[in-house]
């Protein structure tokens, strides 16, 4: 049996990811006879995967690579080991390698054993970079052929969350409920779904009724019933060594404002509020694009849309992530309606609202970077008034979400005599949405 393990997602939203990892009884050194590295080396790499000791995998399986660059063993070793540390483009290529290489029966045996976790952690590598397509490509193979198989259940609903299509992911995370009622996973991801609180805290029930110590659905579990006037069980575990957990924080700061936003499960969700609120006659505007599914789906309610973004990833280092990382690898979307502007925000926008340009409906600001936010919210200002709708894709439930998008639109409001209402907020996927309003005084 496959261990599979979970994975907080630092992009996209909250949803928890399935990497299929190894346990004590998933390969023997029967699986791997003839593999040509040896069963005391083999037998030590399986101690060191099913330890979790991935980093160790990654060196002494590179070291033997060199020897062995077809040895199936070791790409499934660093196939596995890259997939569990989240490192997608050596997950990909140690993946398909595994796939890709053909050998006699003792090798076909332990590939076929192993490529539906192989194939699982591909998709989940392709989904982590943007790739919707060619992940959804992979797992509907692995799905046609395994049917039953949870993990790929679980992240080809994610990925089809991720694309708006909420009924077809929906289907996954309920087939998946129904091949293992007590995977605790799948109720929360499929909690994303819910359309109002009342369905959401049922399914946060459920999904704690088979892991009652899930860290992520006690506290938001929590947050509904703070939202609804019961603040006691937020309150036991603040007092209980969470007071400081940016997703308590985020909850208390919710409910700080003046008037409680509405809560949203998805930003597909929260889109549509927004756009509900926003002045449809009216371009939107983008800063962060990425490989453009939000921008699809918002263009659809206006007349045209401008976007930003170097489509290389992030410019500078992001609480650990690299530069580089949510990289389109270049391409730039092609989206009717849809003007894109190429390159750093500090050089194209000072040209760009130079010249007189039309009042936003809508902007989304999906740039995670204080400096990046702020550089967005400073040269797009000429733009933004009191109809016009922000929201900010990062602003809360990241570690360390007060220094990012929040500080850049509070230090804004505050250099321009600004407040902000908040209408609308989404745990899961970190959002929220708001309009600017002139101070008092």
Known sequence: MNQFQHNHTSDLSASLSCNSSISTSDVDVADVVGLEIGSEVQTLVQRLLRREEFQTVIFVASELMKDHPESLFLHFAL???????????????????????????????????????IKNNLGLALKDLGLLERAEEVFTSLLSRENDFVPALINYGNLLNDGARLSEAQTQFVKAIEVNPDNALAYWNLHSLSQDRDTARSILELCLSKDPANELA?????????????????????????????LVRSIEWIMSLPELPQ??????????????????????????????????????????GFGFDTFEGLPENWHGLPPGTYSS????????????????????????????????GLINFDADLYSSTMTALTHAAPVIDDRTVLIFDELIVNRNWEQDEFRALREFCEANKLSYEVFAVSLFTKQAACLLRKSAG
């Open 79 to 117: 196939g596995t080991a890259y997939s569990n540390l989240g490192q997608a483009l050596e997950t990909i290529h140690h993946c398909q390698r595994f796939i890709d290489i053909e050998g006699d029966e003792t090798i076909e045996n332990f590939k076929s054993n192993k490529l539906p976790s």
């Open 218 to 246: 006690n506290i938001t579990l929590a947050g509904l019933l703070a939202f609804e006037g019961n603040s006691s069980h937020l309150r036991q575990l603040a007092d209980n060594g969470y007071r400081d957990n940016p």
């Open 263 to 304: 809560i949203h499960f998805n930003r597909w969700a929260l889109f549509d509020a927004a756009v509900a609120r926003a002045d449809r006659s009216r371009p939107m505007y983008e800063f962060g694009v990425w490989m453009g599914n939000s921008f699809r789906y918002l263009i659809d309610s206006f007349p045209a």
């Open 329 to 360: 690898f270049g391409q730039v979307p092609n989206i009717l309606g849809a003007d894109f502007i190429t390159g750093e925000f500090r050089d194209t926008l000072p040209g760009f609202f130079g010249e007189t340009r039309p009042m936003a």
